[in-house]
């Protein structure tokens, strides 16, 4: 069982910058899929970000490229999404979600659908004031 925990949300003035974190815990036995969802109040739940944890380029969503960058630490069992230049369009709780991956094209296969993703944080809250 995997489990995960993001922190770093919070409230920023258009144009800042926020640093989100997810923290993974239990038991990893493979290559994982981690990504960044977000969800905006009456909206769906949106795909921001994905990166294998085997290597290779991030994939991410137009909306975030440019501005935002996913990394992970694997030796730290953390995952970053470093978020530039936000807007209030960028308001909504957002979701670290892993799904186990033996390769890298999975999470392209299944980008940027929620549901190949199993394991979920509880979401941390980034509210972007104009």
């Known amino acids: 069982q995997v489990q995960l925990v993001e922190s770093g949300g919070g409230s920023v003035q258009a144009g800042g910058s926020l640093r989100l974190s997810c923290e993974v815990s239990?038991?990893?036995?493979?290559?994982?899929?981690m990504g960044w969802f977000r969800q905006a109040a009456g909206k769906e739940r949106e795909g921001v970000a994905v990166i294998w944890t085997g290597g290779g380029d991030p994939i991410y969503a137009n909306s975030a490229k440019g501005r935002f960058t996913i990394s992970t630490d694997n030796a730290k069992k953390m995952v970053y999404l470093q978020m530039n230049s936000l807007s209030p369009e960028d308001t909504a709780m957002y979701y670290c979600?892993?799904?186990?991956?033996?390769?890298?094209?999975?999470?392209?296969?299944?980008?940027?659908?929620?549901?190949?993703?199993?394991?979920w944080g509880q979401g941390t809250q980034v509210t972007v004031s104009s």
């Open positions: 979600a892993a799904a186990a991956a033996a390769a890298r094209f999975w999470c392209g296969a299944t980008w940027p659908k929620p549901s190949g993703y199993n394991y």
């Open positions: 239990g038991y990893i036995n493979s290559r994982y899929c």
